[in-house]
């Protein structure tokens, strides 16, 4: 019996272990369900921090091209202004001057260690030291990047030296259409790109690099750094130059141990984690949207410039319809198609035509000057004969220079060669220049001269040392020709009041005005237009005007017109005389 009963007990322990077991094994299943769902929700946020953090990394690297485009840039438009110098033959021909000028250029700019402009046979013109000391490369490095001629495409180039310090160097020829040819350099501290970029420095970053190729341009951070887990997303810098750099954002996510940590809180980690990737959400698309919206204004501008621009254009010619009716209608008047005036009626007739004329004329410069703008205005190139041309313009304005009482003289010889420019551009611009003469010359002499230059000599051809032009012998006007070649120096002179050395640059600036009128006059005032746009008619048939004044004692105003060389052929040989035509 006693076998029986031991047997029945233990039959019913293994069944209460069985059962015992069994419930173990439901909750081991129902714990390791809930550890892999746990599992499950740390992989997908896991997987959102990466994407956020790549999305971190990606305008990270973003940011920095930008930095780097804009140092580059900033660096190249010195550059260019230190080239521009350099190829100007009037700073050309004193080494001191021109030394100076680069040093100046350069002396607030922290970046530079090292600046040179060197001719075409290799002859350093100009070589300037950072300021204040400060490290640069070598000495044979040096001169070896001023022996390097730069013809088509200025490069952009990395150095290391080999105390692991990094420079850029930059280089572009110089201007030949300015009279010089070579080269302009410079070298850069590669610190100061990284100083720039170290400005934006995000809490996940590990490092950034910006690479040419295969050298690191700047470095952040430290390159062997390892991480459980990174995201490196590259992109690409514009250069001026046309070549481009890589930039590369490295970012880390958080640790393993926290990841863990957010497991065992369980919901309370989970929900930390999701309030931060909806941070991290919110931020980017905050980014996003302010970039659409920098986008949108952007376009608003541009839309809005050129709507300015065809109001400008539609409303001026509008404008000429109800004008030229109202100029057609008072000319009937005056003569006397509806009627002899009465003397009472003559003088507001006379005024209502004055001030029809002059609005027209307003309207016609805004019309001009957008149509420049735009874009939009035609040249139709005649070859013509300058003598009887200018003779022709100024008979125009005689009655304007006789109502001043001033002396009026035109001097263009017979034997200059024909020009192949646009007429009514040309009459414009002589008007404007010879209206603005008589306009600011209370009491004196208004000159119009013209001298051939650049030209060889004609068989036959008497040199006299007395040409009639202003500005110095043929060598020291042809050094402020807009470019080599020969031309037609066409000046209009005045012994008016002048003008001051600090306004001589602006007065070819649209609606600038130097000795204005009263705001209430404004026949007298004008509207500012009138030298922008003669400027521009210049530049647009291939010449440009220059201007040498001294306030108190006149101006000069020189037109250059260039000359074909197939019409040189064509000229007379002069005697020497000059037609003088005074009133």
């Known amino acids: 019996m006693a076998d029986v009963s031991g047997s029945g007990e233990g039959g019913q322990s293994i069944g209460r272990e069985s059962s015992e077991r069994a419930g173990l094994g439901l909750l081991s299943r129902f714990l390791g369900a809930v550890f892999l769902v746990m599992l499950g929700g740390l992989l997908l946020l ?32 010195l550059l260019d202004r230190i080239a521009d110098v350099v190829a100007r033959p009037a700073q050309g021909s004193d080494s ?43 000495a044979s490095a040096i001169a070896g990047l001023h022996s390097v001629r730069v013809t088509d495409h200025p490069p952009i180039a990395v150095l290391r030296s080999t105390d692991g310090r990094r420079w ?53 951070g430290d390159a062997n750094e390892a991480a459980e887990r990174t995201s490196e997303q590259p992109t690409t810098a514009r250069l001026p130059n046309g070549g481009s750099w890589r930039v590369v954002a490295t970012h880390t996510l958080a640790s393993r141990f926290l990841r863990w940590g957010l497991w065992a809180f369980g919901v ?38 050129q709507a300015k621009s065809e109001f400008l254009a539609n409303v001026s010619h509008e404008l000429r319809t109800p004008l030229n009716a109202i100029v057609g209608f008072v000319e009937l008047l005056r003569d006397g198609f509806y009627g002899d005036l009465s003397p009472r009626q003559v003088p507001p007739v006379d005024r209502i035509a004055a001030s029809a004329t002059h609005l027209r004329h307003l309207v016609d410069q805004v019309l ?26 100024a008979s125009e304005l005689e009655s304007l220079v006789a109502e ?6 035109i001097t263009v010889g017979a034997s200059l060669p024909r020009v192949r420019t646009d007429p009514t551009h040309l009459r414009q611009i002589l008007i404007n220049l010879i209206g603005n003469a008589v306009k600011f ?57 002048g003008i001051a050395k600090a306004d001589v640059d602006r007065i070819f600036d649209e609606f600038e005005q130097v000795n204005a009128g009263p705001r209430g006059d404004s026949m007298q005032r004008g509207t500012g237009l009138g030298l922008a746009i003669s400027r521009r008619l210049a530049r647009l048939l291939g010449g440009d005007i220059g201007v040498e004044s001294e306030l108190g004692r006149g101006a000069t105003f020189t ?15 002069s005697t020497g005389q000059m037609p003088v035509v005074q009133g």
């Open 46 to 77: 896991d997987r959102a921090l990466l994407r956020a953090n790549r999305n971190q990394a990606k305008l990270d690297a973003q940011s920095a091209a930008l930095l780097a485009e804009a140092f580059v840039s900033s660096q190249s438009i």
């Open 96 to 138: 001191a001057a021109l030394h100076d000028a680069v040093r100046q250029m350069v002396a607030t700019n922290p970046a530079v260690r090292h600046a040179w402009a060197a001719d075409s046979a290799g002859r350093l013109l100009a070589e300037v030291d950072a300021p204040g000391g400060g490290t640069r490369p070598s």
């Open 168 to 220: 850029i160097w930059m280089a572009r020829p110089l201007a030949a259409t300015a009279g010089r040819r070579g080269t302009a350099g410079l070298v850069l501290d590669g610190a100061a790109l990284t100083s720039q970029l170290s400005r934006i420095q995000p809490s996940s970053r590990l490092t950034l690099a910006v690479l040419s190729g295969a050298d690191t341009v700047a470095l952040i």
């Open 268 to 305: 309370l980690g989970v929900l930390f984690l999701a309030l931060g990737l909806l941070k991290e959400q919110q931020r980017a698309l905050h980014v996003a949207d302010r970039s659409l919206e920098l986008e949108r204004l952007y376009s608003d501008v541009k839309r809005a410039n």
């Open 368 to 393: 001009d000057i957008a149509k420049i703008a735009a874009g939009r205005l035609e040249v139709q190139s005649e070859t013509i004969v300058l003598r009887p041309f200018v003779l022709n313009v």
């Open 404 to 409: 001043k009482g001033l002396a009026f003289s």
């Open 441 to 497: 010359t209370p009491t004196g002499t208004v000159s119009v001269r013209a001298r051939l230059l650049g030209a060889p000599p004609v068989a036959g051809e008497r040199t006299t040392p007395s040409r009639p032009i202003v500005g110095g012998d043929e060598s020291a006007m042809l050094a402020r020709a807009p470019r080599p070649g020969t031309w037609v120096a066409l000046q209009v002179v005045d012994t008016g009041v």
């Open 559 to 573: 037109v250059w017109l260039p000359v074909n060389p197939a019409d040189l052929a064509e000229r007379r040989p």
